[in-house]
């Protein structure tokens, strides 16, 4: 396949991924090019299985040549590829047994609200103060960051304020309204999450945004940022508030757990846990948990019992806390989603039951 001919190809795909409102293409060699839709893989017979010398081609055609350089050399990267106008993918290029593959997640070109997204209107009330720590988690392709953006985007419509974001690769495109935004990609702009980190401090930041935690040097970098003054908002792999805590804490060496105990108990804002759900009616819903930092959840953090904060949540609904397992019974009450979904995404399957008996 010549270079015109992979190009084009490539145009289709994206084009069809964009069209059939998938989330996300991936490129794989022996398989069919298939999209994932509402959480499904669907194979797309129409287009002809990949082959290792179509699937190098249609890597050339996506890579500009210093990207190739740098993932011929690293065997993996991670990019942001602009599609037509207004179409944007975040781009993983990596090997599997020799061969190249590729995995593309569609960007929406609109920032929507939280309203727009499902999201309660309460974890607005997060980035009201002008410092601390908001962390957005769930597992990956669930979300997190484009609630991340709806944040972003309400300082921007709402506050005078200075924004760095560090993201690897940048994804939302943000328009600058009230605020100064300056987005900073790793390997591009910086040379690392950590490095950006410890440069904000003389860029005159009032809001950062950390694309992703990935050690404990950044998460140390993060929790000071939010410490001297700065609103952070980060994003991390974990299932629930507690285990964000947990993870969080036991990322650093153990003479420092107790002062990072401290200082995430006397930063921490609030935590959004979210995942996607399968809607009845088709497309994707969120089911949430939320933990706003009262002085209770203060507590149990700086005296090390997280295993307790279920509890406060589940007894603080009106300081807008919630479980997951009462968003999971909300929406199948509602006939929102199915109790199948429900107990396939509940933690803790014995309490959801309990729930939907009352």
Partial sequence: MN?????????????????????????????????????????????????PQKTESLVS?????????????????????????????RVN???????????????????????????????YNFIEPSQGFVLVVGPSGHGKSTTLAALVERINNQKNAHIVTVE????????????????REVGIDTKSFNNALRSIFREDADVILIGEMRDWETMSTAITAAETG?????????????????????????????????????????????RLIPHIDGGRIPAVEI????????????????HQLDLVINTSADEGMISLNNSLADLVKNKKITL?????YSTNANDLKMLMKR
């Fill in 3 to 51: 270079s015109i001919n992979a190009k084009q190809e490539l145009d289709d795909l994206l084009t069809s991924t964009a069209q059939e409102n998938a989330s996300d293409l991936h490129l794989s060699v022996g398989r069919y090019p298939t999209l994932r839709i509402d959480g499904r893989l669907i194979p797309l017979v129409n287009k002809e299985i990949l082959t």
């Fill in 61 to 89: 055609a996506l890579l500009t040549k210093e990207q190739q350089e740098r993932f011929i050399e690293n065997k993996e990267l991670d990019i942001s590829y602009e599609f037509g106008r207004k179409t944007r993918f």
């Fill in 93 to 123: 290029v990596f090997f599997q047994r020799g061969f190249m593959s590729v995995s593309f997640r569609l960007i929406p070109s609109t920032i929507k609200t939280l309203e727009q997204l499902g999201i309660p209107d309460s974890v």
């Fill in 168 to 183: 690897d690769p940048i994804e939302h495109v943000y328009t600058q309204n009230r605020c100064i935004i300056n987005q």
């Fill in 230 to 274: 700065h609103l952070v908002l980060a994003t991390l792999h974990t299932n629930s508030t507690a285990q964000t805590i947990d993870r969080i804490i036991d990322s650093f060496p153990v003479g420092q757990q107790n002062q990072v105990r401290s200082q995430l108990a006397g930063n921490l804002l609030g935590i959004l846990s979210q």
């Fill in 291 to 306: 933990m706003t930092s009262n002085s209770a959840v203060k507590n149990l953090i700086r005296e090390n019992k997280t």
């Fill in 340 to 344: 199948e979904s429900a107990k396939t």
